[in-house]
């Protein structure tokens, strides 16, 4: 059966239609050979540089920080933190 026009599927609708043990969906998302995204709701997105101070410390300078509502992709390493 075909997949539906949808704008994404939920993880249990993938395993279902595509067959997949929990261990081979894992391997699938954690190495980015699926797409894995979350749904947030006015969530604070901030973006900005790192920088150095002279001690060696490791400090953050943001640039803008703005909300948002909607699906924001996951890198494969937050997948497999959040779902492996």
């Given amino acids: 059966m075909p997949l539906r026009d949808k704008a994404y599927f939920r993880v249990d609708e993938i395993r279902a239609r595509l067959r997949l043990s929990h261990g081979d969906l894992t391997y699938l998302l954690e190495n980015g050979l699926l797409?894995?995204?979350?749904?947030?709701?006015?969530?604070?997105?901030?973006?900005?540089?790192?920088?150095?101070?002279?001690?060696?410390?490791?400090?953050?300078?943001?640039?803008?920080?703005?909300?948002?509502?909607?699906?924001?992709?996951?890198?494969?390493?937050?997948?497999?933190?959040?779902?492996?």
Avoid at 42 to 47: G, N, P, S, T
Wanted: hydrophobic content about 30%; aromatic content about 12%; proline content about 4%.
């Fill in 35 to 84: 797409k894995t995204s979350v749904r947030v709701w006015d969530a604070v997105i901030e973006e900005g540089e790192y920088d150095r101070a002279a001690d060696g410390q490791t400090f953050r300078l943001p640039t803008d920080q703005r909300r948002f509502s909607g699906l924001l992709d996951l890198r494969p390493k937050d997948t497999y933190r959040s779902y492996g």
